[in-house]
């Protein structure tokens, strides 16, 4: 098992090793690591200050929450001084002049950032194999054929797949349809995204405004915790940020509820899914009923509907989102005779075959005469959805469900859009709802691979979700 | 021949918002500054950046609302209009489409002699964007963005004007109500205030044919010159067997012509929908009624009050509600003084405007010197002085050279209303004017005036005329 934070922040406080010592084991994993984890790996002389001044925090016994805690940051979060490239050749030389807003309460928390964790061109994918700067590898492999390099889920590949090998103590993440959960799914850590509107979109290269939502990946729930609790504020600057007061989500972690909790568990979920999948889900079932814990079969009416909802909606805001990407103001720019020609040679070029192919939706389904039909019709669906979710968490207290369909698949095996997009399935119509999902390791499959379960909670519900997968975690803990 | 054509038009006015920053960031709104000094990384569409609304432009647009009599309503919603444009740095404007803040609204302008309504479709927010420069360097455009974002209230009417003037009045109407409200501050040349105009033409009781629209506009000259000229080029079209193609205009000031820019087959497809980064604005009814007192006296308001309270000329009257800080300069010298109104309007409107356009001032600059000018009116008003002497004195206190009455002593300008020295004058002036006096009282009034003017004279033009004029009726009518 390896160190939490709480348990490195005890061994910093009692000086049994400094903030520098801790931050040099870190950046040599993360130098010499060969999973591609990081795009940038930031150096030591660029660190220093905040390794001595996290350091005196410690010696003056006064350290901050996250004090000297090494992160990884997904490559979509701009970075102030730092090169943030979303994965794209089109920002492959853009250095921000500004922090994120969640980035920078980790910094004000005094977490120390090891570099910039690869990912999927602009979070487009779902097993990083999009990234321009080529795939990030699975520390995990496949018992029966460990030759084979497989995916790390994505689009936070890159995140999941830093605290999985140890380059970091926790990384950064967003999920848009799935993009924290299913990675931590399938490299065997815990993935949490929080309700829309909890983290700042302040400074995240943006993908689908309504649907991404930072959030951490950890080595487990508690650590979760820990990040939830800095980057989790009300920010002005963020339109869609609530201003709901906000919970100390590491208060009662350990506890256990003081009231019966009841689980739904949609069988319209388990319909045609492998056995590995359901032994997860049997898994979960079994070590909370333990606890007291009630399980029920719930059903949604919407879930068919959810990932071509999904697929219509997230391109079309993506098709806008990434108009900016011109080569004019800033990014690569490939030259040409006129205006357009600009224009055409610099987002060719600057973009990757995935990403095109999103714009290229999003802006049909947008268009004059298709409008009605697609984008409307999908704002129609995704509200019945959300609808679906509130009236199934009036009945129950959480819903369980399977993070992924499938453990970590090779690299370079689903070359099929739409089996790609299959994997978000589970993951896809919570981020619609705008709901809170954790996934947490619930077991290996037959081939030895790490397999997750998604809890998902009502709104701004992170306090007991966190409870409740901290408890499952207990029980479910695997062995590598 | 255009005897027989009628031309239909509507409008879409832009109007620049006053506020002092940006309708979706913090960036100072205002013209005049260096090239891209006024941007911030939201205005130049930097990753990552969101725009946070501006609570006073929607407060701008709900003083609008009261003033053009338009439906305010509370729900609007900002949409995403997407075009590629190097002064577009985020690759869609921020616009409201479906669901605009106001709708159906009217004004009344004048179209010759009558009141005509005009009645105005919609009005929504929306940024403006940047300015591209193309004629710095042979090779190279330049991009400044400091009009990036700057607050817009597009201002759509229906096809209700029908000439040139109308046009005009319209404009000049709206912008006389926006500069009231002080949601604009109404200055074309620097484009606070641009039109576009839809123009078709018809025969006379036809149905509308296609129309054109002539883009950005910005002064009553070239709205004019293009209207002419497009609705000239349109009935040409038609007169020698053509059709007019659904295009957009370029108004070309150099040659005073309009040409197409681009036509409908190439218009774009804006692909608007609702902006995901933005709530859609939700109005309470209190927070709409609390703008209202801001809303304050309209101008056809001030000019009831004009005619009926203070009785002024309606041409008089006109001429001070044109612009909001004339009523405000002439109100403040109401409420300060006691002279009559109509004094101080004869006086504002003649020799006090007068003198503001000789020295090229603002008619603020004299807010402090009113209770200077009223004091002249008064020492006019009570005869201390002639209206001659009040003409001469006016630019020395406007000019702040000292007070009214120190200056009428100063300058000895004081009538003289002593009827004892002025009898003595007068009997003086009558000596051997025997025959003159046997006219007047042979029923010729002339002679009046020729006595009036000699004791003046003899008084230096410092005798009270009407005092003169009394004490002269009754020695002639012995």
């Known amino acids: ?480 | 021949m255009s005897n027989n054509w009628e031309m239909v038009i509507g409008l879409e006015v832009h109007a620049q918002l006053k506020t002092s920053s940006k309708l979706f960031s913090s960036s100072p709104n205002q013209f005049g500054s260096e090239p891209n000094e006024n941007v911030n990384f939201i205005d130049s569409g930097m990753p990552g950046m969101l725009p946070v609304m501006n609570f006073g432009c929607i407060e701008m647009a709900i003083k609008t609302g009261y003033a053009l009599n338009f439906k305010i309503n509370k729900h609007s919603v900002f949409e995403r209009k997407n075009y590629f444009y190097p002064d577009l740095p985020q690759g869609y404007q921020i616009s409201q489409f479906e669901f605009p803040i106001l709708s159906e609204g009217y004004i009344n302008i004048e179209s010759g002699d009558n009141q005509k309504k005009i009645r105005i479709e919609r009005a929504h927010l929306e940024q403006d964007a940047g300015k591209s420069i193309h004629d710095i360097d042979p090779k190279y455009s330049f991009i400044d963005l400091n009009r990036v974002g700057t607050p817009l209230l597009e201002i759509v009417s229906y096809p209700d004007l029908s000439s040139a003037d109308e046009v005009i009045n319209y404009i000049s109407s709206l912008r006389q109500l926006l500069m009231y409200i002080d949601v604009c501050d109404g200055n074309m040349q620097e484009g606070s205030l641009r039109a576009d105009v839809n123009l078709s033409v018809r025969k006379k009781g036809q149905e509308l044919g296609t129309r054109c629209e002539i883009k950005n506009l910005n002064s009553f000259k070239f709205i004019k010159q293009a209207i002419e000229y497009e609705f000239q080029r349109q009935i040409n079209i038609i007169d020698s067997g053509g059709e007019i193609e659904q295009n957009t205009m370029l108004f070309d000031t150099s040659t005073g012509e309009t040409r197409a820019m681009r036509s409908k087959e190439f218009s774009h497809d804006y692909r608007y929908f609702p902006d995901p980064d933005l709530l859609p604005v939700n109005l309470s009814q209190e927070q709409i009624d609390k703008i209202k007192p801001l809303v304050g006296e309209l101008p056809q308001d001030k000019l009831n009050k004009y005619l009926d309270n203070y009785s002024l000329d309606k041409d008089i009257a006109k001429i001070i509600i044109a612009e909001k800080q004339n009523a405000n300069l002439f109100e403040k010298m109401i409420s300060e003084s006691t002279v009559k109104p109509k004094l101080i309007a004869a006086w504002l409107v003649g020799d006090i405007f007068a003198f503001i356009k000789e020295n090229n001032l603002e008619v603020d600059s004299l807010n402090d010197k009113t209770k200077d000018i009223t004091d002249l009116l008064r020492l006019i008003s009570d005869d201390v002085i002639s209206n001659k002497a009040g003409k001469e004195i006016l630019p020395k206190v406007l000019n702040g050279e000292g007070k009214p009455s120190e200056l009428v002593k100063e300058l000895g300008l004081e009538q003289v209303s002593d009827s004892g020295e002025l009898e003595k004058i007068i009997d003086e002036a009558l000596v051997g004017e025997e025959e003159n006096i046997l006219k007047f009282q042979g029923g010729s009034d002339r002679v009046l005036g020729y006595f009036v003017g000699k004791c003046l004279k003899a008084t230096k033009g410092k005798g009270n005329p009407k005092l003169i004029n009394k004490i002269l009726l009754e020695r002639l009518k012995k």
């Open chain 1, 1 to 480: 098992m390896k160190n939490s934070i709480s348990q490195i922040k005890k061994a910093l406080i009692e000086k049994k090793m400094s903030v520098g010592e801790l931050y040099d084991e870190y950046l040599a994993k993360a130098k010499s690591g060969n999973n591609n984890s990081f795009n940038l790996v930031i150096d030591r002389e660029n660190n220093i200050s905040s390794i001595n001044d996290s350091q005196n925090r410690y010696d003056n016994g006064n350290p901050l929450p996250l004090d000297g805690i090494p992160l990884g940051i997904k490559d979509l979060f701009c970075t102030k001084g730092i090169r943030t490239t979303a994965s794209s050749k089109i920002l492959s030389n853009f250095i921000p002049n500004y922090e994120s807003f969640v980035t920078q309460q980790l910094l004000n928390d005094g977490s120390i950032f090891i570099g910039k964790n690869n990912c999927d061109e602009f979070a487009m994918g779902s097993s990083n194999e999009t990234s321009y700067f080529g795939p990030v590898i699975n520390p995990w492999k496949n018992k029966n054929s460990q030759k084979d390099n497989l995916v790390p889920g994505g689009s936070s590949g890159g995140s999941a797949a830093a605290v999985a090998e140890g380059s970091c103590v926790a990384s950064m993440g967003t999920d848009t349809g799935g993009s924290i959960r299913q990675p931590a799914s399938l490299c065997g850590i815990v993935g949490l995204k929080p309700t829309f509107g909890s983290c700042s979109r302040w400074g995240i290269v943006a993908f689908a405004s309504s649907l991404d939502q930072a959030g951490p990946l950890t080595n487990c729930v508690e650590d979760a915790a820990y990040v939830l609790n800095s980057i989790n504020k009300h920010d002005f600057n963020d339109s869609t940020s609530s201003n709901h007061q906000r919970e100390d989500y590491l208060v009662d972690i350990n506890n256990s509820f003081e009231k019966k909790i009841k689980i739904g568990i949609p069988s319209d979920y388990l319909e045609d899914v492998s056995d590995d999948i359901l032994n997860q889900i049997d898994n979960t079932k079994k070590a909370l009923s333990k606890h007291g814990i009630e399980f029920v079969d719930v059903k949604f009416k919407t879930t068919e509907y959810a990932l071509s909802t999904y697929y219509i909606l997230a391109p079309a805001e993506a098709s806008s989102n990434l108009a900016r990407y011109d080569g004019i103001r800033y990014g690569v720019r490939e030259d040409g005779e006129s205006l357009d020609d600009i224009y055409l040679n610099s987002r060719t070029k600057g973009f990757g075959d995935e990403v095109t192919r999103r714009i290229l939706i999003g802006a049909y389904v947008l268009s004059a005469g298709y409008y009605d039909a697609y984008y409307r019709q999908a704002q129609k669906v995704r509200r019945l959805i959300k609808n679906d979710f509130q009236r199934i968490l009036n009945e129950v207290d959480f819903i369980l469900t399977p993070t992924t369909p499938n453990e970590a698949f090779k690299i370079g095996d689903k070359l099929d859009p739409i089996s790609m997009y299959k994997n978000d399935i589970y993951t896809v119509p919570t981020s619609l709802a705008g709901l809170p999902g954790i996934s947490i390791p619930s077991g290996l499959s037959k081939n030895g691979l790490p397999l997750g379960v998604q809890f998902i909670g009502n709104y701004f519900e992170e306090k007991s979700l966190l409870q409740l997968a901290a408890l499952a975690e207990k029980e479910l803990s695997f062995n590598e």
